[in-house]
């Protein structure tokens, strides 16, 4: 299984704040969830990750089962000193 790391992504001339959720798989930007404050934007970012993977693998040529797919797990998270946000799946 993979961590995934996120981390924020300030404003530029032509973008608001995003987050970004990444790891060996794939990446995934959202734009910065106002409504949500601390851990919760990271573990929107996540949560919308997850559920690309999962989507992924239903509609895939080997379709995989939903009860059996591998991204579809509670996960817990943790700051890292340069201020990345590692989440790991349980």
Not at 9 to 29: D, F, H
Request: net charge negative.
């Amino acid at each position: 299984m993979q961590a995934i790391s996120t981390r924020y992504l300030g404003p530029t001339n032509t973008l608001g704040a995003r987050i970004k959720a990444s790891c060996e798989r794939g990446s995934l930007t959202i734009p910065y969830p106002h409504e949500l404050s601390g851990d919760e934007v990271h573990r929107e970012a996540v949560r919308q990750l997850l559920s690309r993977f999962i989507r992924e693998d239903s509609e895939g040529e080997n379709p995989c089962p939903p009860e059996r797919n591998p991204w579809k797990r509670d996960f817990v998270s943790g700051s890292l000193p340069d201020g990345t946000v590692a989440h790991v799946l349980l």
